[in-house]
């Protein structure tokens, strides 16, 4: 079965931390996860829940060029 329920508090301040401690705004965080800034907006308002793939391309991209951080792309 198929749910829609996601905690979109989590991804948005997890997104925000990210952002801050790498000093990313939202078209680097869009490039990241292969999308483009609206979307990432989207995610940080809460409107929008990323898909699997971008989810992934995301978090390995802060492993790669933030390993410090690659904890925290964890919980993306």
């Known amino acids: 079965m198929h749910t829609t329920e ?3 508090d989590l991804l948005r ?8 401690r790498a000093e990313l705004n939202q078209a680097a965080v869009g490039r990241l996860a ?6 990432a907006n989207r995610w940080l308002g809460g409107q929008h829940r990323p898909t699997y793939e971008s989810a992934i391309r995301f978090t390995q ?5 933030y390993p410090a951080l690659s904890q925290l792309g964890d919980q993306f």
């Open 13 to 20: 301040e997890t997104l925000h931390e990210i952002m801050e």
């Open 34 to 39: 292969g999308r483009d800034r609206t979307m």
């Open 6 to 8: 996601w905690d979109r």
């Open 61 to 65: 991209a802060i492993a790669e060029q």
